[in-house]
Nanobody, 126 residues
Framework: QVQLVESGGGLVQAGDSLRLSCAASGLPFSTYTMAWFRQAPGQEREFVAGIRWNGGIISYADSVKGRFTISRDIAKKTMYLQMNSLKPEDTARYYC???????????????????WGQGTQVTVSS
């Protein structure tokens, strides 16, 4: 059974940092393109950052470039999202997702991801 479990969310002030983790089980982690998405109330789920299954391509949404860093530890089957200089507009529920042999062209499309976690809430106060 495939599971993606996010952790690390919380309530922080603007300018603070958080590190999210996504622990995967039940899938060959090294063959999955992994990504972080987020969804704020009343809004569509949006791409935040992704790392291609072979590690060759990393992509970020323009809104988080220079502030967020995605990484992964294949041995631990865990993906991370280091979030610095957080802003109130970063407030959302953050989800990790996995796409088997996903390409860089489809990295930002929610419909391409086979597996999703339950999400972790990030709230940034001003």
């Amino acid at each position: 059974q495939v599971q993606l479990v996010e952790s690390g969310g919380g309530l922080v002030q603007a300018g603070d940092s958080l590190r999210l983790s996504c622990a995967a089980s039940g899938l060959p982690f090294s063959t999955y393109t992994m990504a972080w998405f987020r969804q704020a109330p009343g809004q569509e789920r949006e791409f935040v950052a992704g790392i291609r299954w072979n590690g060759g391509i990393i992509s970020y949404a323009d809104s988080v470039k220079g502030r967020f860093t995605i990484s992964r530890d294949i041995a631990k089957k865990t993906m991370y999202l280091q979030m610095n200089s957080l802003k109130p507009e970063d407030t959302a529920r953050y989800y990790c997702a996995g796409d088997y042999l996903g390409t860089s062209q489809t990295m930002g499309r929610t419909s391409n991801y086979e597996y999703w976690g339950q999400g972790t809430q990030v709230t940034v106060s001003s």
